[in-house]
């Protein structure tokens, strides 16, 4: 499988996605329930990135003597003033981390309690270094502890929820030409990402990242996979990391 990533176009406007709908004869009403996401992007400048090496105050967290991988770092303060936003604190960085190593696997879903995931919070002002991962063999086939770089700029777009996506295009003659043209983003911060194995989130639990097979990076999880973390509005609002969950996902 031979994947490269390239910048994604879902719709942008309401506009956009209600004559995306029309040309494929799909019901209007799908696009009212239309959730704004944030594409992530190549961008030049700021502090977000994928991969690379993150700046935290502590040591590089470990799983059973098996480092983590970092897969992104997001700058509160670059995010667009969307109303999907709102569920996230307004200042710091989100560093991202999650245990991808053969020796750990099996172990989605987890939530911040499991020393598989890892999530921490750099509030503004505090004081922090490029974190070292510890020195450690990997095999050629497994995702790497630090991902290629890719610093990132955030683009909103419009989402539709999986569940409902698949119920209108159970029928239709052309599904995957939709989908084609609906262009997910291969990676997402908030919004209604796509599933492989189906909507792991209870019930009002929202998406918080979802990052996707992506040779560039180096994020070459199982056959396509992806990983997806989600938590309720309220903890997010109260930066409780701890009770975010993570789902592992392979075709």
Not at 65 to 84: F, K, M, N, Q
Not at 106 to 120: F, H, K, L, N, R
Request: hydrophobic share 40%; aromatic share 6%.
């Amino acid at each position: 499988m031979t994947v490269s990533y390239a910048p994604r176009m879902a719709p942008t406007t309401v506009d956009e996605l209600q004559q995306l709908l029309a040309r494929h004869g799909l019901p209007s009403a799908l696009g009212d329930r239309a959730v704004i996401g944030l594409a992530l992007i190549p961008g030049e400048q700021g502090q977000s990135k994928l991969g690379g090496q993150p700046k935290v105050a502590a040591p590089w967290p470990t799983n059973n003597g098996r480092a983590l991988t970092h897969l992104a770092s997001i700058a509160l303060e670059e995010l667009p003033d969307v109303p999907a936003r709102s569920v996230l604190p307004r200042e710091g960085t989100v560093v991202f981390f999650a245990d991808l190593s053969f020796d750990n696997e099996g172990w989605s879903p987890a939530d911040g309690a499991d020393s598989v995931i890892e999530i921490v919070h750099v509030l503004p002002g505090s004081v922090t270094t490029a974190t070292t991962p510890p020195d450690e063999q990997r095999d050629p086939d497994e995702v790497p502890v630090v991902l290629n770089e890719r610093r990132v700029q955030f683009l909103p777009v419009l989402t539709l929820p999986a569940e409902e996506l698949y119920e209108a295009l159970e029928h239709h003659e052309d599904p995957d030409g939709f989908l084609v043209e609906l262009d997910m983003p291969a990676h997402l911060l908030l919004g209604e990402p796509e599933y492989i194995q189906g909507d792991p989130r209870g019930p009002g639990e929202v998406s918080l990242l979802q990052l996707n097979w992506d040779e560039d990076l180096g994020f070459t999880y199982g056959d396509g996979g992806e990983i997806s973390f989600y938590a309720s509005p309220d903890n997010l609002r109260a930066a409780r990391w701890s009770d975010v969950k993570a789902s592992l996902e392979s075709s």
